[in-house]
């Protein structure tokens, strides 16, 4: 590996610890999520077929959820 591609990955790297592990947006949906199980919500908790449809569908952006891809 030379300088460039050195320099490059651990440009890479930190770009990935700020998105990852320095993200207050995702420090913030981390607590949202632990003050609301919404399987727990709906009744569902321990039904893994469910939880894949429901998954499924919002992760699909040919539904009509309006989330977009």
Do not use: C, V, W
Not at 48 to 65: I, M, R, V, Y
Request: glycine share 6%.
């Amino acid at each position: 590996m030379n300088y460039t591609q050195s320099a490059h990955s651990s440009e890479e790297g930190q770009a990935l610890t700020n998105l990852i592990i320095s993200n207050p947006d995702l420090d913030r949906l981390e607590s949202m999520l632990s003050e609301l199980n919404l399987f727990e919500a709906i009744g569902i908790i321990r039904q893994e077929l469910k939880h894949s449809t429901l998954l499924a569908f919002l992760l699909s952006p040919n539904e009509k959820h309006g989330l977009g891809d």
